[in-house]
């Protein structure tokens, strides 16, 4: 028989703790009562638990563990990568070609409402690599140089141009309607502008650190990294500069009050993430459980059939700090 719970990490690092079941074949969802009181104070000092070993024989059993814990699941809005829906909450893990690596990032830092609560389940290994890197917010933050985090303190301005070289704006906000678009932007403090082709420009001012709502933690929270024109191929990046102008570009990211970010900022925060990660490999059944401001998480590129499924709830938001800011 294993041992019930096995607080330690499955590589060199605190994060994530691993938990194992009690038996043989316990199922995940029936041992949920005595797996919450760990979750949930583990989830808070590090930051993520990895449950291993334990039956979860389909994405039901799955959806079903992540709603337990007392918040319906989240529909995907607001996208920034393409997903498809497994079941109501559940989605495919980012459809990403397979040979393209995805950078550590918190759930939806590039906005002012995020999921405070994120889960990942492998359905099936990859062959090699498909790893899912994760990493400390709160050492991130402490790591990172004062001059930067100062910075990035003051505020991060995000703006996207949906289109051809972006997902479809009607993806993004789950509709064709205009109208219904306006609406959603002016509720999530998004500025909007219609242009003469018909296709949408966004920006929205966003935090680039934030505190944690329970333990008071300040941890790094943006997806600067990821918006930043740095983020694409020099030869795509000047391609695309050079065809669209810079104020074209599908994705960019800016100081709040509209100045650009050097490259070279992004090189010491990309050294910084690279150093903070960590990474298991993937069995089949495992769940990642992250608190998604505690925890960042990536993916590595792989060969061979890979399936993760997602979920997000309890939903949390400084909307209202910023509006009235």
């Not at 029936?30 to 979750?39: E, N, Q, S, V």
């Not at 814990?69 to 607001?78: N, Q, R, T, V």
């Not at 944690?212 to 990294?225: D, K, L, R, S, Y």
């Not at 993937?282 to 459980?289: E, F, K, P, R, S």
Request: with cysteine; proline share 7%; hydrophobic share 45%.
């Amino acid at each position: 028989m294993k041992t019930p719970f096995i607080s330690q990490a499955p590589i060199a690092s605190e994060l994530p703790v691993l938990i194992e079941p009690a038996f043989d074949g316990e199922a995940l969802l029936d041992a949920f009562l005595r797996l919450k009181p760990y979750i949930d104070a583990h989830l808070l000092r590090v930051g993520g638990v990895l449950l291993r070993g334990f039956s979860v024989p389909d994405v039901a059993s799955f959806q079903a563990f992540a709603a337990s814990f007392g918040h319906p699941l989240l529909k995907y809005e607001f996208a920034s990568t393409p997903r498809t829906a497994v079941s109501t909450g559940v989605y495919t893990s980012t459809e990403y070609p397979a040979h393209q690596h995805i950078p550590l990032h918190n759930e939806q830092a590039y906005t002012r409402e995020w999921p405070m609560k994120i889960w990942f389940h492998s359905v099936i290994a990859a062959q090699s690599g498909g790893e899912t890197p994760i990493a400390d917010s709160r050492a991130i933050y402490q790591r990172m140089p004062s001059e930067i985090r100062a910075r990035f303190a003051q505020g991060l301005l995000y703006v996207r141009n949906y289109g051809d070289f972006d997902l479809p704006w009607s993806q993004v906000f789950n509709t064709t309607d205009p109208a219904e678009v306006e609406s959603i932007c002016q509720r999530i403090g998004v500025q909007w502008e219609w242009k003469e082709d018909g296709d949408l420009r966004t920006s929205q001012l966003c935090q680039g650190v934030e505190q944690h709502p329970i333990t008071g933690e300040m941890v790094w929270f943006n997806q600067a990294h990821l918006f930043h024109a740095s983020n694409l191929q020099p030869e795509v990046r000047e391609s695309l500069e050079e065809l669209l102008g810079i104020e074209n570009l599908p994705r960019n990211v800016y100081f709040a009050d509209g100045s650009a970010i050097p490259d070279e900022m992004f090189a010491e925060v990309r050294a910084v993430l690279a150093a903070e990660t960590v990474m298991f490999p993937w069995q089949a059944g495992d769940v990642l459980m992250l608190d998604n401001m505690l925890a960042a998480h990536a993916r590595t590129p792989f060969s061979g059939a890979r399936k993760v499924v997602v979920a997000m709830s309890e939903p949390h938001s400084n909307l209202e700090q910023i509006l009235i800011g």
